[in-house]
C-alpha cells in the first residue's frame, strides 16, 4: 500500500477533532494461571473456566513444566466454540536442568484462540506415565459477549 499523506484542512484557530476511544480489551482482561502437580499420568488437564455468555479471546499462553530429567513433555490447547472443538498443539522448549534431577520446559506463545461460554484445557502430555512432575499454566487475553 503506498504511502499516503495526511491533509488537515482546519484553521488555525478551529482545532482538530479528537476522539479518545477506551480499549474495551483492557476494560474485559482476563488473566489467570494454574499450578499443580502432575500425579504419574500420559496426560493432565488443566481447566480454565469462562464465564456465561462470555467468549475468551485467548493472546498468550505461557507455560513452566518440571519433568524428571531424560523426560519430555508436550502442550495442547482445547477450546470449543459452538459444537465445534479446536486442538492447538504448543512447543515446550528446554532451559535446561536443575540440579541434574529436572528439566524445566518453557513455552511462551502469542496466538488468537477462542473459547465460548465452557471451561477450556491446556493438556500437558507426557512420555512417562510412572513419575510426578509439576506444572504452572498462564492464559491471558480478553472477555467479549456472545451475541
Known sequence: MPDQDVVVTNELNEPVPVQ???D??????????????LEPAFEVSFDFQ??????LVIELIT???????????RLR???RSGTD?????????????VGGQAEVLVATHT???YADS?????????????????AIICVSGYLVDLA
Open 20 to 22: 479518545v476511544v477506551n
Open 24 to 37: 474495551f480489551r483492557a476494560q474485559n482482561a482476563f488473566q489467570k494461571c494454574v499450578e499443580d502437580d
Open 50 to 55: 469462562i464465564p456465561d455468555g462470555k467468549r
Open 63 to 73: 507455560a513452566q513444566v518440571v519433568v524428571p530429567a531424560e523426560e519430555r513433555a
Open 77 to 79: 490447547l482445547v477450546t
Open 85 to 97: 472443538v479446536y486442538k492447538f498443539d504448543l512447543a515446550l522448549a528446554s532451559q535446561g536442568r
Open 111 to 113: 496466538i488468537r484462540a
Open 118 to 134: 465452557e471451561d477450556f484445557q491446556v493438556n500437558v502430555n507426557r512420555d512417562n506415565e510412572e513419575t510426578p512432575a509439576q
